[in-house]
Nanobody
Framework: QVQLVESGGGLVQPGGSLRLSCAAS????????MGWSRQAPGKQRELVAT???????NYADSVKGRFTISRDNAKNTVYLQMNGLKPGDTAVYYC??????????????WGQGTQVTVSS
């Protein structure tokens, strides 16, 4: 069974930085688009960043210039470097692995999430 395990969350002051990691197992990591999403209390889950197998990235407007997604295929790990954190970034952050299998089917896996709290 595919596993995605996030780590690196915690409490940080506004303006601080955190680096999230997501280690994947039982998956051919290099063929998946990897992403990070987040869900704040009372809000819908929102996509934060994605990174394709070709290296293309996409970011939510709210994090552009502050967050950077990267991957290490040798370690089956995707990262999210978060700088200039704001209280509005407080949420549970989820790792996602996605691959289109056919015109009507996708493989879509999610981690359990890691809490990020930005507060003074």
């Amino acid at each position: 069974q595919v596993q995605l395990v996030e780590s690196g969350g915690g409490l940080v002051q506004p303006g601080g930085s955190l680096r999230l990691s997501c280690a994947a197992s039982r998956i051919i990591f290099s063929i998946y688009t990897m992403g990070w999403s987040r869900q704040a209390p009372g809000k819908q889950r929102e996509l934060v960043a994605t990174l394709t197998i070709g290296g293309s990235t996409n970011y939510a407007d709210s994090v552009k210039g502050r967050f950077t997604i990267s991957r290490d295929n040798a370690k089956n790990t995707v990262y999210l470097q978060m700088n200039g954190l704001k209280p509005g970034d407080t949420a549970v952050y989820y790792c996602n692995a996605r691959r289109r299998v056919s015109a009507t089917s996708v493989d879509d896996y999610w981690g359990q999430g890691t809490q990020v709290t930005v507060s003074s």
